[in-house]
């Protein structure tokens, strides 16, 4: 092995900026995707009550906070990112009370609780665009929403070339109530998910009201979808995006759509309505932007406080890549005040227990299925996740776990496609699996129907029959599974501070990562041929060590103390 020369191990010690004592700069949250945690009612769907339920699982593994996924009503065309009543629960996950009941569970239990915030786009059934439909062009109805004539001598051409984010155009054009074709309007996403016009300040103060209302019932912050996608540019003009581009955006360097500046006054609005509130309420934004330093952008001091870092969830497994990203990521956030916010796994991308092990290029979003060529051998992937996610809840700053993860669950790959619901398989005519494949209901049982996940066996997505093995009360019971590396990780982390601690670079050659944070020394071995454990104490192991020596795909912390 060679010594690496690399620029990153000159900077001494990188700071996660803990300059305040908030409890988001260095928490540990826990994404719950509702719909497929645990159902509590036997309807093959999870819900709140479902979660209620567990809370006690999510203590017992050590998260400070959750995260919940849309729970609102919603026509559920886009597994809820389709709002039709920002302020009230979906029968299919129960009601408001059970919101409450939650809610005031966590709290004591200490776990704090964050919800999804869906302002780019409403459902079709929200009231307001039932009225504006209703409306006519020019309306202050329409006006909520961005309605444009359509090009062409009759204006049966889509006002621009725009491609929705789920494939298939981004217009679709309505039909007036004397059945004449109309207007057009604009959806990133789903026909189903028209876009809100944010320079309208009707609807810049909606969202102020849906803000109150949930900080009003206690809510510790949240997670805004599509932070990144709110405003458009002036004129709307062409683009059409780079085949290989994920999704959500992120590789280009400028898009009509994604990171215009003005949308920076909507969040500096925003944290004046959240700094009215106590307890250090919180904005996570989801935004898919080129670099970091550009998402950085949406953590200054008076926007959002976590921005996930999707540029580390994207980052292969390649040592020098990683301690790259990872001393770039303890530049840019610090030098705006802001931690970063760490992930690996979410509901919008492959598993990072297949996707560390793809031997072939896959964009976010477009996810794997049966026919998806360069597929993941399971060991190697769970292997490397273990590995992945030591390391990166040994680094300073906040991070992300998304339900599952902590069982070491795979992307589900052969769901038939008669099962399939996301609406990138449709728009697409199933080019792009989507991502259905890391949707798919937990394990809670190994010998229940459906694996504990419902009383009777139901589940909205079939679960790989050999899941039995995932199962939380298989795992509870073995000292060597993913469940248990989980809580010792977190248990160590928390005691020794590593969240609010900073990062010191040690040389161990090109393949491995190496670091010291406070007096824990953590060492990754991405390489091919084992290396030497450091002296000390083994407090944490991704895989079992041999004679002192740290195989391959392995991350071990060790304490000097
Ligand atoms: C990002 C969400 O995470 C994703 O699941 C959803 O489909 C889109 N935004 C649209 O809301």
């Known amino acids: 092995m060679t010594s690496p020369a690399t620029s990153d191990l000159d900077d001494a010690a990188l700071s996660p900026s803990t300059t305040g004592a908030e409890w988001w700069r260095s928490a540990v949250i826990y994404q719950i995707y509702p719909r497929s945690f645990a159902d509590s009612n036997g309807d093959g769907l999870g819900d709140l009550p479902g979660i209620t339920a567990h809370l006690d699982d999510l203590d017992a593994l050590g998260v400070d906070a959750v995260w919940l996924s849309p729970f609102y009503r919603s026509p559920q065309k886009d597994a809820g990112y389709d709002v039709a009543d920002y302020c009230d629960v979906d029968p299919l996950f129960g009601t408001l009370a059970d919101f409450d009941d939650l809610l005031a569970a966590a709290h004591a239990r200490g776990i704090r609780l964050i919800v999804d915030l869906v302002p780019n786009h409403s459902s079709d059934q929200h009231a307001w665009f039932q009225a504006a439909l209703a409306a006519a062009p020019g309306s202050p109805e329409r006006g909520r929403y961005m309605f444009r004539d359509g090009r062409g001598e009759n204006g049966e051409l889509p006002p621009n070339n725009w491609e929705s984010v789920f494939g298939g155009p981004a217009w679709t054009r309505v039909t007036d109530p004397d059945g004449a074709p109309g207007q057009w309007y604009l959806h990133l996403f789903d026909t189903s998910q028209p876009d809100f016009d944010w320079s309208n300040p009707e609807v810049q103060g909606e969202f102020r009201r849906i803000l109150r209302f949930w900080l009003d019932r206690g809510v510790d912050g949240f997670r805004v979808d599509v932070a990144h996608g709110l405003v458009k540019e002036d004129g709307l003009p062409d683009y059409v995006p780079p085949a290989d581009a994920g999704s959500m955006g992120g590789g280009e360097t400028s898009v009509p759509y994604w990171g215009q500046p003005e949308v920076h006054e909507i969040y500096r609005d925003w944290n004046t309505v959240l700094a009215e509130y106590d307890g250090d309420r919180a904005l996570c934004a989801e935004a898919w932007l080129p670099t970091i330093e550009k998402t950085a952008l949406w953590v200054r001091h008076d926007e959002m406080h976590q921005a996930f870092n999707f540029e580390y969830l994207e980052t292969e497994w390649d040592a020098a890549r990683l301690r790259a990203v990872i001393s770039e990521s303890l530049r840019a956030y610090p030098a705006v005040g802001a931690p970063s916010t760490w992930v690996l796994s979410n509901h919008d991308v492959v598993r990072h227990a297949s996707r560390l092990a793809l031997t072939a290029e896959n964009p976010q979003g477009h996810g794997i299925g049966p026919d998806s060529p360069g597929k993941p051998v399971p060991e190697l992937g769970l292997r490397r996740a273990r590995a992945a996610t030591a390391l990166m809840l040994a680094l300073p700053g906040s991070a992300y776990l998304y339900q599952g993860e902590e069982l070491g669950l795979?992307?589900?790959?052969?769901?038939?496609?008669?099962?399939?619901?996301?609406?990138?398989?449709?728009?697409?005519?199933?080019?792009?699996?989507?991502?259905?494949?890391?949707?798919?209901?937990?394990?809670?049982?190994?010998?229940?129907?459906?694996?504990?996940?419902?009383?009777?066996?139901?589940?909205?997505?079939?679960?790989?029959?050999?899941?039995?093995?995932?199962?939380?009360?298989?795992?509870?019971?073995?000292?060597?599974?993913?469940?248990?590396?989980?809580?010792?990780?977190?248990?160590?982390?928390?005691?020794?501070?590593?969240g609010t601690g900073s990062l010191e670079w040690i040389d161990a050659g090109d393949d491995v990562i190496a670091f010291r944070n406070g007096n824990v020394t953590v060492v990754a071995n991405l390489g091919a041929v084992a290396v030497a454990v450091p002296s000390g104490r083994v407090l944490a192991a991704s895989a079992p060590l041999g004679d002192g020596m740290l195989p391959p795909d392995t991350t071990v912390w060790v304490a000097s103390d």
């Not at 399939?420 to 890391?438: A, I, K, L, N, V």
């Not at 798919?440 to 694996?451: H, R, S």
């Not at 093995?469 to 073995?478: G, L």
């Open 410 to 498: 795979p992307e589900a790959i052969d769901i038939p496609d008669a099962a399939r619901q996301d609406p990138t398989w449709f728009r697409t005519r199933g080019e792009r699996y989507g991502r259905d494949g890391c949707r798919v209901p937990l394990p809670w049982d190994a010998d229940a129907p459906a694996f504990g996940f419902s009383p009777t066996g139901r589940s909205w997505l079939p679960q790989p029959a050999d899941w039995g093995s995932f199962a939380r009360s298989a795992e509870a019971a073995d000292p060597t599974s993913t469940l248990a590396l989980y809580r010792t990780l977190l248990a160590q982390r928390r005691a020794r501070g590593l």
